[in-house]
């Protein structure tokens, strides 16, 4: 499964800071007549702030805050890596066209 990062800010015992935010997500399926839409189930990899994983000392409302922002931009971050996956298999195959000539 492909993974995200991103920074956020995060009220931690009353001070904002930002951490890095790296989660996976489950691909989405649309619906269809015989199945109903699923997929879009976040994963929170690590929450690191200072360079260390905080995300076990977490309280449970700061985990359910974090994993809210994912799921917003997670549908964002599926396209966008696979535009970036596109971009890389259409520059591969023009290397191999102009090696051939």
Known sequence: MKTYTFWSSLVIDGDDVDVEVEYA???FVTETYYQPAEGGEV???????????????????????????????AQDDIL??????????????RDRMDDEQ
Do not use: H, M, W
Not at 53 to 63: A, F, M, R, V
Not at 80 to 93: F, I, P, S, V
């Open 80 to 93: 966008a890596g696979e535009d970036d996956d596109g971009d890389y298999r259409y520059e591969l195959a």
């Open 25 to 27: 997500c489950t691909p």
């Open 43 to 73: 994963f929170l990899i690590s929450v690191i702030l200072d360079g260390d994983d905080i995300i076990n000392g977490l309280s449970d409302d700061e985990q359910a805050t974090i994993i809210a922002k994912c799921e917003d931009r």
